[in-house]
């Protein structure tokens, strides 16, 4: 049966992928005390990897789409982590957004908000998060977004 958070994304149109294994030696999520700390998660959908540079490949609001992947990810990577129970999470405490992007290309924030507009319809409330979106030269392959992110947990 569903729970609250499950029922939002579906009102939202979206469904959770499976929660992505590692690409390489490190562990997709580590529990600390309440604080669970998700890995990076790239862009990525049914078709495969979103990729391409923002200001070059790709405009803002397909980098935004990206983004909303990448939070896809993390939330199933939380709903792994506390055992299928997304009423658990208590709040959204940080995201950090990687966005591949030209030297000129300065819309970083409008694009990792793809990520913090769905935390935010998703878990009401506890969704306003503290925040970085920062520019990369590159991402893991050549994907567009890569997002990490902090979830506080009952």
Do not use: W
């Amino acid at each position: 049966m569903p729970n609250d958070i499950e029922t939002r994304l579906a009102e939202l149109g979206h469904s959770l992928p499976d929660a992505p294994a590692p690409a390489a030696n490190y562990v997709p999520y580590v529990m600390a005390g309440p604080l669970l700390h998700i890995s990076g998660q790239i862009s990525m959908d049914a078709d495969g990897l979103i990729t391409g540079k923002l200001g070059q490949d790709l405009d803002v609001a397909a980098g935004a789409k990206a983004a909303e992947r990448c939070a896809l990810s993390l939330i199933a990577q939380a709903k792994a982590a506390c055992s299928g129970d997304l009423g658990r999470v208590k709040r959204v405490v940080k995201l950090v957004g990687f966005v591949n992007s030209t030297a000129n290309f300065t819309d970083q924030p409008k694009v990792v908000n793809g990520a913090s507009d769905l935390m935010v319809a998703v878990f009401g409330e506890a969704g306003p998060h503290a925040r970085s979106a920062v520019s990369a030269a590159s991402l893991p392959m050549g994907v567009a977004v890569e997002i990490e992110g902090i979830f506080e947990i009952a």
